[in-house]
């Protein structure tokens, strides 16, 4: 056997190790998705995305082997990826249908982005550190999804008006500047804070001061930071 055919060789195990990765990530994400129906998810356009959107490449490659389970998991900084249940919950309160502009406060890894970008037309990203927004930006990019990581924490910044917007971390109170930046008719989904945990707040927009509101979950979130100070 000649150098050429080891080389050959050598390739060909390597690509079909990586057949059998892409093969058990799809397998486990397709598991992912059966669960999150039994867990009551019910928007086929939803599961979809979430069927489509490999979360495996949104942590380190430590924990891909977590990556569909049902848990959420460190992204590094003290932050954490958000469970499936809870991404697929709150962005099926959304009630995306396709041509809607989101804006996602706390956008971290980048995963919930990536699923937004499956359903809405323009999807936005706010998040405060600096090494999560440039790390998402590149993992979006190979991906192929549009989304703007915008690195700050100054909501005054982002211009214009979103017809949702939703928010990855936890609020003692809710913000009621956030109804400022929504269109009339809009939903704000937020977690806002109950003793030892939040309960996930859905909003609909009538006015700048007027709103019909909702629990439609409960869990537990990183705390949402503005100018290093707890909101």
């Known amino acids: ?113 990536a699923v937004l970008a499956e359903l809405a037309q323009s999807v936005t990203g706010m998040e405060r550190i600096p090494e999560l927004a440039e790390r998402s930006r590149i993992i979006l990019n190979e991906l192929r999804y549009n989304v703007d990581i915008v690195n700050s924490d100054n909501f005054n910044i982002i211009d214009g008006l979103f017809d949702r917007i939703i928010v990855s971390a936890g609020v003692r109170i809710l913000p009621e500047y956030l109804l400022t930046k929504l269109k009339d008719g809009g939903i704000l989904v937020i977690p806002v804070e109950n003793g030892t945990n939040h309960y996930i707040n859905r909003y609909v927009k009538k006015s700048n001061t007027d709103y019909f509101e909702e629990i439609i979950g409960r869990a537990t979130f990183v705390p949402y930071i503005v100018d290093e100070k707890i909101v």
């Open 1 to 113: 056997m000649n150098g050429e055919d080891i080389l050959f060789h050598n390739n060909n195990d390597r690509m079909n190790r990586d057949k059998m990765n892409i093969d058990r990530m799809f397998n486990a994400r397709r598991n992912m998705v059966i669960k999150l129906e039994q867990k009551g998810i019910s928007s086929g356009s939803v599961l979809n995305a979430m069927m489509t959107v490999p979360r495996d490449r949104f942590v380190s490659e430590a924990l891909c082997y977590r990556a569909y389970d049902d848990i959420s998991l460190p992204i590094g900084f003290g932050q954490t990826i958000s469970t499936p249940s809870v991404v697929a919950s709150m962005v099926q309160s959304l009630k995306l249908i396709g041509d809607e502009s989101v804006l996602e406060i706390g956008s971290g890894s980048g995963y919930q982005a």
